[in-house]
């Protein structure tokens, strides 16, 4: 299976700062990888998909960056409504696999 | 608006077997492949496995092949997981989720709300 190493595991930021999160793959996955963001209790929804696609449904300041093995998640200015675990996923190849997550929190 | 709403919350003995339901609606159910998802504290989320309704063709992850069944009835727009000889490691919130675009590449929008499992004697 391919393995999904995000980094960091939690950060921490103030309103407006910008973050960005880290994703590597064990192995190159193309383009194939996607950012969902899960709210405290509520179930994962979608963010970017194929890299750097933005859902139609997801705020502009968010832009995702990579190819290959690395890849990024950016919030270009950080708001209230960000806080919450971010995953990535490739769909490269079967068995689809997620990495573990990365908690934001705002200070 | 494309929505897929799960059944409620279980409670299960060691042993037991459980069919968890994924009600879609707002687009072509058949055509359209369906995912499941397990979400624990301990190993975060796991693809567990896809169908596609319109031919029942499946795929499962290796890890879950054999603990699950997954199927689908195109007539009433609903897919299923049936987890089978239960084990307090399968206490877990199990999601389900439309693929976007295809097997290799796609993504999963919209998830359901989740269905927490609590396997427990």
């Known amino acids: 299976d391919i393995q999904m190493t995000q980094s960091p595991s939690s950060l921490s930021a103030s309103v407006g700062d910008r973050v960005t999160i880290s994703c590597r793959a064990s192995?190159?996955?193309?383009?194939?990888l996607n950012w969902y963001h899960q709210k405290p209790g509520k179930a994962p929804e979608s963010l970017i998909y194929v890299a750097k696609s933005l859902l139609i449904t997801a705020p502009s300041r968010f832009s995702g960056g990579g190819s290959g093995t690395d890849f990024t998640l950016t919030i270009s200015s950080l708001q209230l409504e960000d806080v919450g675990t971010y995953y990535c996923q490739q769909s490269h190849t079967l068995p689809w696999t997620f990495g573990q997550g990365t908690r934001v929190d705002v200070k | 608006e494309v929505q897929l709403v799960q059944s409620g919350a279980e409670m299960k003995k060691p042993g037991e077997s459980l069919k968890i339901s994924c009600k879609g609606s707002g687009y072509l159910f058949a055509n359209q492949w369906i995912g499941w998802v397990r979400q624990t504290p301990g190993k975060g989320l796991e693809w567990m496995g896809i169908?596609?309704?319109?031919?029942?063709?499946?795929r499962y992850n290796p890890s879950f092949q054999g603990q699950v069944t997954i199927s689908a009835d195109k007539t009433t727009t609903t897919a299923y997981l049936q987890l089978n000889s239960l084990r307090a490691s399968d206490t877990a919130t199990y999601y389900c989720?439309?693929?976007?675009?295809?097997?290799?590449?796609?993504?999963?929008?919209?998830w359901g709300q989740g269905t927490l499992v609590t396997v427990s004697s």
């Open positions: 192995q190159s996955i193309s383009g194939f």
């Open positions: 989720a439309r693929l976007r675009g295809t097997i290799s590449g796609g993504w999963l929008d919209p």
């Open positions: 169908i596609y309704p319109g031919d029942f063709d499946t």
